[in-house]
Structure formats: C-alpha cells, structure tokens
C-alpha cells in the first residue's frame, strides 16, 4: 500500500512539473506574425565595421549582457546601435509579470516597462503614458524604426486619450511589431494592423 502512495506522489510531482514547464513555455513563445520576424539583434552595422569599431569592447556587448544580473549601463551609446540594444535588451524581459506602477523586474506597468528599459541606457522618460505622449516628436505611423514609441488608448477605445505605451521592435517596410508591458500576459510582443491596437493607436513618437 506504502509503494503505492509514493508511486502516486512521484505521477502528481512529474505532473506538476510538465505543467510549470508547459505554462512556462507558453508565457515565453514566439508571437505570431503573418510575416515573422528574426529578433536575434545585428548589433554592427557595416558601416561601424568598417569604421574599426572593436566589437570585443564593453560597450559592444551590452546586448549579449544585458539581462537581469548585468550592471547598470552609465555610458553613451552610438546612435546607430541604441535602438537595437533597448529592442534587445526589451525582449529579454519577455514573461515578466504585469505590475501596477512597476518598474522593476519584479514586474512592470507599460510606462514602467518604457522607463526601465529606455533608462538601462541612459534615456530618462517619464513614468506615464499622458506624459510620454508628449516625449520628442510625433511620426507618421508609416514611419516608425526600431526604438520608437507607439501611443495607444487604454482598453476603452472611445476614450481617446493615453493609456497604453509600447517600443517598436521592426524596421521600415516589415509589419509594425512592438514590445510592452501588458495587463494580460505582462510582457510580449503584439503587432498593430489587423489587431485591437490598431483601433487603439493614437499616435507614434520618436524620442531617440
């Protein structure tokens, strides 16, 4: 009779494992796009190759450490990689929780998620969509890059003020994709056409 209870235990712990696995693969997938998009990041362009830039130096391997454990980055990027390295280090925080007013890797609101990310790099933003609203200057839907912000009304679409922020993580001419701190499924990454966003989106600012 013993044997049977732990062989029963051992059946609910292996059960109880697959399913923690299986949610947590699910919170982590790859989104769907109709035209999916390779985010493994070219931090160098070739024009800084050929500029004889040293891609073993601290600064050039900011993406391939940029995760929870990395110090805080204190220096100043070259404009031609920042928005590679928030799209990065962004979509590393992929799974994190949602969290009211969070800022932190404990969990993140969507003002908080743009502040946390923009600020590893040196780029202070207001923690608040209203306020960001109003950060550098407005763009053309059509014209968004990697980097820029994406303003959108809150789940109430008739309401048209701000009440969602996300980045942009696609560049010109791809299906505009971006990354945010969700109320339902914290962080991911959503596109705009043919979704919910679109109805939302009220308009795109470029702050880099």
């Known amino acids: 009779m013993k044997l049977a209870w732990i062989i029963f235990g051992s059946v609910l712990s292996l059960l109880a494992v697959f399913a923690f696995w299986q949610q947590n693969g699910i919170r982590n997938e790859n989104i769907s796009s109709d035209a999916p998009q ?29 995760g929870e454990n990395a ?31 969070g800022i932190t890797h404990n969990g993140f609101d969507c003002s908080g998620f743009i502040y946390h990310v923009f600020k590893k790099y040196g780029v202070d933003l207001p923690h608040s969509s209203a306020l960001l609203a109003a950060e550098g200057e407005s763009i053309d839907l059509n014209q968004v890059e990697k980097g820029d912000l994406l303003i959108f009304t809150g789940t109430t679409v008739t309401n048209r003020t701000p009440g969602h922020v996300g980045v942009v993580i696609t560049g010109p001419g791809q299906p505009i994709e971006f990354v945010h701190a969700s109320s339902v499924g ?15 989106f009220l308009q795109a600012r470029r702050v880099l």
């Open 71 to 101: 110090p805080a980055y204190t220096g100043t990027l070259p404009s031609t990689i920042l928005p590679d390295s928030i799209v990065a280090y962004g979509l590393k925080l992929m799974g994190t929780p949602y969290l009211p007013a």
């Open 186 to 200: 914290g962080v991911k990454v959503s596109k705009v056409a043919g979704t919910g966003y679109e109805k939302r």
């Open 38 to 66: 390779n985010y493994a990041v070219e931090v160098f362009s070739e024009e800084s190759k050929n500029n004889g830039k040293d891609v073993t130096s601290p600064e050039n391997t900011l993406i391939e450490n940029s």
